[in-house]
């Protein structure tokens, strides 16, 4: 898969260094990956969460974090969309503003 803004990822890391490690072996996993369905997905990622629109959120360093993608499977590309704390990831919901 191909994974777009990997430098978000950087980012977070650089603010959250208890991050980094869990988020470069999300990255070179999915990177290698071809996902075809969520089912995919799942089979990799057990605690994946699916929601609509091809988004999936994964819980990173033990669900303290969750980076929100979005899956284009035919394209073969991962578009990511937030990285943030579980605190924030509550209040983007709250809003629906995932």
């Known amino acids: 898969m191909h994974v777009l803004s990997y430098s978000t ?3 977070f890391a650089a603010e ?4 980094k ?3 470069d072996a999300w990255y070179h996993l999915v990177r290698r ?5 969520p089912a995919d997905v799942k089979a990799d990622f057990g605690n994946a969460s699916f929601l609509s629109r091809n988004r999936v959120v994964f819980n ?3 669900n303290k974090y969750r980076l929100v993608v979005k899956m284009e499977y035919r394209r073969g ?3 990511i969309r ?3 704390t ?7 919901t709250d809003r629906s503003a995932l």
């Open 77 to 79: 590309e991962v578009y």
């Open 16 to 19: 959250h260094k208890d991050a």
């Open 86 to 92: 579980h605190k924030i990831y509550d209040e983007l």
């Open 60 to 62: 990173i360093s033990g």
């Open 9 to 11: 990822l950087r980012e």
């Open 33 to 37: 990956a071809d996902y075809e369905t």
């Open 21 to 23: 490690e869990p988020l």
């Open 82 to 84: 937030h990285v943030v």
